[in-house]
């Protein structure tokens, strides 16, 4: 594993990132939470491109519903929030590039 890790040998670790497809993480939101408003909001969030706009929605969960809100929190942000992502998304938020 040494020998395939030293970027001497010209080996170096894939450019590929982690990160949550929106329609199943809202899914997973709406199977926990049952409430269309809440979903909706998340989705919101999740396509914000800024981060003040993400805050806004985020806050505007928090205020609805504080169990969600720490539900969402405990997902880090960067795999499923198109603002916190540092642009690797290229705006898709599906696993399927075609919706």
Known sequence: MAVMADPHLGWAAPFAYHRICM????????????DKVL???VCRAALARTERKFKKHMN???RINSEALQWLEAVP????ALSHDGGRR?????????K
């Open 77 to 80: 942000f960067q795999l499923w």
């Open 39 to 41: 979903k909706n909001l």
């Open 90 to 98: 290229y705006g898709l938020m599906t696993t399927n590039i075609s």
């Open 60 to 62: 505007t969960i928090g």
């Open 23 to 34: 329609h199943h993480f809202a899914s997973n939101f709406m199977t926990r939470f049952k």
